[in-house]
């Protein structure tokens, strides 16, 4: 049984389209997960784990975590839901795949070197953490192919979805 851990840490900020993003396939995945094949956790900040039903598989949201995550080699899959999120495995254990939803940084910091180099570095460091990325469009797998270091991960391009009931 496959154990995954969904990360809706960004849930913090409900005014943006990320809080929605994980709000959306979080409670997707929670729909149409098949128990009998794999067992999804949601980390979840304390305010919005209501926004997820009855379900109970919740790991609350400690900041804390963003130095050490004790639990994480429990998991086979971790799924970072955001590219300069620090909160990643403590273990190597987990299978990690990262959500890029752009690189805006390149463009907004160009004239700020320092503050452009430490979210390239943030962002690089997540890259090489990954298994697998996932970007929201061909235009954000192409920035990420253009401006970052990939070495033998898989980058998969999942548009976002759009759910009428949000």
């Not at 752009?102 to 907004?108: A, R, S, V």
């Amino acid at each position: 049984m496959n154990k995954i851990l969904f990360d809706c840490e960004k849930m913090r900020y409900p005014n943006t389209g990320v809080y929605h993003y994980c709000k959306s396939l979080g409670n997707t995945l929670t729909k149409t997960i098949d128990p009998g094949k794999e067992e999804l956790s949601l980390y979840v900040p304390p305010g919005q784990i209501h926004q997820f039903g009855s379900y109970k598989n919740i790991v609350r949201y400690n900041p804390l975590q963003k130095h050490y995550h004790p639990g994480s080699s429990k998991y086979d899959v971790w799924h970072c839901t955001f590219q300069t999120s620090r909160y990643l495995p403590s273990s190597s254990k987990p299978r990690v795949v990262l959500t890029v939803h752009d690189l805006n940084y390149l463009y907004e910091f160009r004239n700020q070197p320092e503050v452009f180099n430490k979210f390239k570095k943030r962002i690089q460091q997540n890259i090489d953490r990954s298994e697998t990325i996932v970007a929201i469009s061909n235009y954000v797998a192409g920035d990420i192919r253009a401006n970052l270091t990939i070495k033998d991960q898989a980058i998969v391009t999942i548009y976002n979805g759009w759910n009428a009931s949000d």
